[in-house]
Nanobody
């Protein structure tokens, strides 16, 4: 079992930056992928960013590419999502998740956190 706990959400203004964190505990076997997803009210959950366990590969959704960085601190078992120049469209509940392949397909992710709310005011 893997437990994931997100933090760092809140209310931010358009154009601001924020950093989300996800602490993993339990048994994570390499190779694996850590991913961030988000779900806005009335919409389906969508992929945001992913990082491979060795940090050699990252992948971003087009909607956040260029203003978002995913990173991982293996010593802290933590993955981060740094978002800059946030927009009202970024308002969503953000989830981190673990998959046991290099993937950004929601169905491939086995473990999920509870999510953290991000609200961007205009």
């Amino acid at each position: 079992q893997v437990q994931l706990v997100e933090s760092g959400g809140g209310l931010v203004q358009t154009g601001a930056s924020l950093r989300l964190s996800c602490v993993a505990s339990g048994r994570t076997f390499s190779p694996y992928t850590m991913g961030w997803f988000r779900q806005a009210p009335g919409k389906e959950r969508e992929f945001v960013a992913a990082i491979r366990w060795d940090r050699r590969l990252t992948y971003y959704a087009d909607s956040v590419k260029g203003r978002t960085t995913i990173s991982r601190d293996s010593a802290k078992n933590t993955v981060y999502l740094q978002m800059n120049s946030v927009k009202p469209d970024d308002t969503a509940v953000y989830f981190c998740a673990v998959a046991y392949s290099w993937t950004w397909s929601i169905g491939d992710y086995a473990y999920w956190g509870q999510g953290t709310q991000v609200t961007v005011s205009s």
